[in-house]
């Protein structure tokens, strides 16, 4: 896939805060933290498991 080749004069159009791939960084940093937490996902490595101390 190409990247998109913004025009100079569409520029002010894409930096519009509703055009943010996350529009609240504050609350998606929050989620991360609570669904890390919670599956124990953070990272991607390690031993697997649910999170709940079982393994």
Same mark, same amino acid.
């Given at each position: 896939m190409k990247?998109?080749?913004v025009?100079?004069?569409e520029? &002010?159009?894409m930096a519009r805060e509703d055009?943010? %791939?996350v529009p609240n960084p504050v609350q998606e &940093? %929050?989620?991360e933290h609570?669904?890390?937490s919670k599956e124990a996902?953070? &990272?991607g490595s390690g031993v &697997?498991?649910?999170g709940c101390g079982c393994n």
């Amino acid at each position: 896939m190409k990247p998109a080749k913004v025009k100079p004069w569409e520029r &002010g159009v894409m930096a519009r805060e509703d055009m943010a %791939l996350v529009p609240n960084p504050v609350q998606e &940093g %929050l989620d991360e933290h609570i669904y890390f937490s919670k599956e124990a996902a953070s &990272g991607g490595s390690g031993v &697997g498991g649910g999170g709940c101390g079982c393994n």
